[in-house]
């Protein structure tokens, strides 16, 4: 009897801890999968900018990098960054990453916008011929000048600057040229004058340097136009750099540059945010003629503030599953331990729980019968000296009986030992009276 009893609790118990381990572990793994993002997309879309600058050249740099981890990097052309953050402000654009030029946004106009950090210097160049400068700007009156596209970063930078000097469209045709089309312009004397932004490594850049008949502009009160503006930087163009054979420039130039930026919407996946950080590494990292080696990217918010992966990237580097493994199973390893940490979280206590459940039962049958031993005590107690007692002997016979055919573990053998041992005290009570 003794035994059945045993074995019915023990299943009871298992049953008991096997559904509670069930229902807290259900539990978990619906709020880890709650907690899951979603798996990233395969198809990511960029845009970028005007054909044949710097920004279209580079999006071909990222989007082979994109390609090696099984990801479609979708490269869309535009004016600049003007249109750029229109189309990642746009959620219907299908833009999610774009590059854009420092100084054109902020976080109040972009709430969904965030930044990966800034990737270069973009200095506005100011190339020019056929034009007398010893009357400053005033030798521009009624020429051509080409100040950048709708929607580009060079026409919004341009027109600020120009309205911060007193000058009004009136002193030249503006004309909406990309930085191609202004650099053939320009060296076919269609134009008289163009500024763009872009890179020193920008093909037009290059061609309009070593062209005899273009110059360039070096900027006057560079330090005030820094001041006013905490999105420029000043940097100079050492003479020479251009050609060294020709001396092109004769003279150290001092240009204003802002910096090009990455941004991202904000609700992009996390993996893609940290692989576009390490393809941001592997191609601006170099050493260049603005910059040293391992200056860029860098942890700036300009004008968008920083994005949480950003932060940890730039803190601690990729993530330690795609540091060792291939992109999507690194993203798979990742999301199962997302899915692994609180089931595990709950699941080891609840297993720890049980055996203390178990010995609580044991104790309990033990701690049963020493109720009925005290219950046989307190009776005695109270009976006089006259009184039969043969049935309370009878009843302890019976309690010892039951003792003597318990079933315990081991570790609970010694509470069984006790509990003989104060049965036979009661018993040499009751044989004394």
Known sequence: MADFE??????????????????????????????????????????????????????????????REGIDLELRLSAGALENLARLNDPQSGVSVAFVQGGTTDHAHSPDLETLGTLSYEPLWFFYRDVDLSR???????????????????RALTLELLKRNGIDEKLAEYLPYSPRTAGEKLLSGEIQAALMVTSWDSPVVQTLLRADKVQIVSFPRVDAYVALYPFLSKLVLPAGVGDLATNRPPNDVFLLAPKASLAVRHDLHPAIQYLLL???????????????????????????????????????????????????????????????????????PTLRLIPSLYGWAMRRRIFRLYGELKFLES??????????????????????????????????????????????????RIEKR
């Not at 400053?136 to 060079?154: C, H, N, Q, V, Y």
């Not at 795609?322 to 979280?345: D, K």
């Not at 009878?394 to 573990?409: C, Q, S, T, V």
């Not at 010694?414 to 003989?420: A, E, G, S, V």
Request: no cysteine; aromatic share 10%.
């Open 6 to 67: 045993s074995n019915v609790v023990r299943r009871r118990l298992a049953l008991i801890a096997t559904l509670v381990t069930l229902v807290i572990v259900i539990a978990a793994v619906w709020a880890a999968f709650a907690l899951l993002q979603p798996t990233p997309p395969r198809k990511v879309v960029m845009s970028t900018g005007p054909e044949g600058s710097a920004y279209a050249h580079v999006g071909v740099l990222y989007r082979e990098l994109f390609a």
């Open 379 to 428: 009776e005695l107690d109270r009976r006089a000296a006259s009184d039969d007692i043969q049935d309370l002997s009878a009843r302890l016979d019976k309690l010892e009986e039951r003792a003597n055919h318990f079933r315990m573990p081991t570790a609970f053998t010694h509470m069984l030992y006790t509990l003989r041992l104060h049965i036979s005290l009661v018993r040499g």
């Open 136 to 154: 400053g700007m005033e030798g521009f009156r009624g020429k051509r000048i080409s100040i950048g596209a709708e929607g580009s970063g060079t």
């Open 278 to 348: 390490d393809a941001a590494a592997q191609i601006h990292s170099g050493p260049g003629i603005f910059q040293k080696a391992g200056q860029f990217p860098a942890a700036e918010s300009m004008d968008l503030p920083l994005s949480e992966n950003a932060r940890q990237f730039y803190k601690s580097g990729r993530p330690f599953f795609q540091r060792y493994l291939p992109f999507w199973l690194a993203v798979l390893a990742g999301q199962l331990v997302v899915l692994l940490i609180p089931v595990v979280g709950v699941l080891y």
